[in-house]
């Protein structure tokens, strides 16, 4: 009975220094200190063994390892009469004690508490704060002894410098805490903290691609450089824009741009008044694009296809923009078309992402990193710019071109099918 009690107890204490190892490496240290500085009791003990990370590890290790010597030995002990007669297969009964030890101890004290404490980590580490951090205490002379002969090993055997400890939150720590509290925010039916929003774009700034946010090709207003200045005038009124990009021959051969007030200065033609532009592959991150933008001091980029085609462009505006969200300007006011004309009928600008479609109007268009608006899936669809009554159809939808103008879609009606 007591042999059984010990291998119970042994197995339960392995458990349970397992599961404290899993849930004190994947807990959110940020969040950790973030509650601590609010002063919660639990939260400043837990904070305490945050802030000693190897010697938490070794103290958990050294009482896993003593866990696991008293069950070996006391199982063994407690298999052994049950094997008497089998002496003559001595290996055979080793390995038959062997497994079964194995087997139990990975189920009830690896696996089995490994999945439950890395569920709910902070959870569990805040209830067990107290046990953890007496724990902590009971072992800390052994792992202490523990992390002096490591410590000496790698120094002086090895030639390695262990690393200091730091208590700075990486960037991992950060994503972790917003990408955990947006998802909050949102399922509850309420708007997303602006803070959170700026922090969670910040994070994926470095790993967004120019093809993501550029404007489509489709979407660019552009004159040839040799058009009368008048015409030119007359554009920049019509548009509203304050820049227009200059190409030579086609949009293919963008030379530069032409901003509305060197019209002022008269110039004798817009080779005169042409400013450089600079050329980005769509494979091109944002804080890159952004650095090329400070050090060559512009504002666009063209954004060119795997043939040196152009694909789009990009703006300062757009690359910050991916930061702080949408900044609105004059040419922005007016909202993209989208509206339910009839049951299971929609009719959306072309400029939409698939994306915001798909969430908001509960609908499946396929999305790819080859297109982000309606009006590039079609275009990805049908390989050619469909004009006005073309029908592009889908496993599950019906796309008729119902606005077109020049060489760009403007409006399309969706129906299920």
């Given at each position: ?43 400043r ?64 004290a ?40 490591s ?26 805490y ?57 554009l ?16 293919d ?36 694009i ?25 703006t ?34 072309t ?9 908001k ?12 608006t ?21 496993d ?22």
């Amino acid at each position: 009975m007591q042999i059984t009690t010990i291998i119970i107890a042994s197995i339960l204490f392995s458990a349970l220094f397992s599961g404290l190892e899993m849930a004190y490496l994947s807990i959110n240290k940020l969040h950790v200190e973030l509650e601590r500085q609010k002063g919660g009791w639990n939260y400043r003990v837990l904070g305490y063994l945050v802030d000693r990370p190897a010697a938490f590890i070794a103290a958990i290790l050294v009482g896993n390892n003593v866990a696991l010597v008293l069950y070996g030995n006391y199982m063994h002990q407690f298999m052994e009469p049950y094997f008497e007669h089998w002496s003559a297969f001595d290996y055979l009964v080793l390995l038959v004690e062997t497994s079964i030890s194995t087997i139990i101890i990975l189920v009830f004290a690896e696996f089995l508490p490994k999945t439950i404490f890395r569920q709910n980590a902070e959870g569990l580490m805040k209830v067990l704060s107290v046990p953890a951090y007496l724990i902590f205490w009971v072992l800390r002379a052994p792992s202490a002894l523990l992390l002096g002969v490591s410590q000496f090993f790698l120094k002086y055997i090895f030639r390695i410098e262990a690393e200091e400890e730091s208590n700075d939150f990486g960037r991992v720590e950060l994503d972790h805490y917003v990408r955990e509290r947006v998802p909050k925010t949102v399922e509850g039916d309420e708007e997303v903290d602006p803070e959170l929003e700026i922090f969670k774009n910040a994070l994926e700034f470095p790993e967004t691609k120019a093809r993501e946010f550029m404007i489509p090709r489709t979407e660019i207003e552009g004159i040839e450089v040799n058009t009368d200045l008048k015409e030119v005038h007359a554009l920049f009124i019509e548009s509203g824009y304050s820049k227009l990009l200059v190409f030579d021959e086609n949009i293919d051969k963008i030379i530069g741009y032409v901003h509305a007030f060197e019209l002022f200065r008269r110039p004798e033609n817009l080779q005169r008044v042409l400013r450089p532009v600079s050329f980005i592959p769509e494979s091109m991150r944002a804080d890159e694009i952004l650095n090329l933008f400070t050090k060559e001091k512009r504002n666009i980029a063209i954004v060119l296809d795997e043939h040196g085609g152009t694909s789009g462009i990009i703006t300062l505006e757009d690359v910050i923009e991916e930061i702080f969200g949408e900044i609105e300007d004059e040419h922005d006011a007016e909202a993209l078309l989208e509206k339910e004309v009839r049951p299971n009928e929609w009719l959306f600008s072309t400029r939409l992402e698939v994306g915001d479609i798909n969430e908001k109007w509960g609908l499946s268009i396929p999305e790819s990193e080859n297109y982000n608006t309606l009006g590039g899936y079609i275009l990805d669809v049908h390989q050619s710019i469909p004009t006005k009554g073309t029908v592009v159809r889908s496993d599950q939808y019906l796309f008729i071109v119902e606005k077109t103008t020049s060489n760009r879609l403007e409006e399309v009606l969706v129906k299920a099918i």
